[in-house]
Nanobody, 114 residues
Framework: QVQLVESGGGLVQPGESLRLSCAAS????????MRWYRQAPGKQRELVAS???????YYADSVKGRATISRDNAKNTVDLTMNSLKPDDTAVYYC????????WGQGTQVTVSS
């Protein structure tokens, strides 16, 4: 059974940085497109960033220049580092794996507040 487990969320102050990690198990990780989504209260889930099997990346305009997504196929992990965090970044962040099937993690809360 495939599992995605996120970690690294928490409460941070505006302007600080945070690194989210997603560990995958039970699948051939390297063939999957890995994505980070987020969902703020009362809003739809939105794509934040993605990284393909060979490292091609995409960033939403809202995080472009502040976020870096990376993957380690040997460790089956994908990270999202976000800098200059804003209160608008407050959301539950979800790891997503898309390949022959699609999988979701359980989410990790990120709260940006002073």
């Amino acid at each position: 059974q495939v599992q995605l487990v996120e970690s690294g969320g928490g409460l941070v102050q505006p302007g600080e940085s945070l690194r989210l990690s997603c560990a995958a198990s039970g699948t051939i990780f390297s063939i999957y497109v890995m994505r980070w989504y987020r969902q703020a209260p009362g809003k739809q889930r939105e794509l934040v960033a993605s990284i393909g099997p060979t490292g091609a990346t995409y960033y939403a305009d809202s995080v472009k220049g502040r976020a870096t997504i990376s993957r380690d196929n040997a460790k089956n992990t994908v990270d999202l580092t976000m800098n200059s965090l804003k209160p608008d970044d407050t959301a539950v962040y979800y790891c997503n794996a898309q390949g022959p099937r699609t999988y979701w993690g359980q989410g990790t809360q990120v709260t940006v507040s002073s």
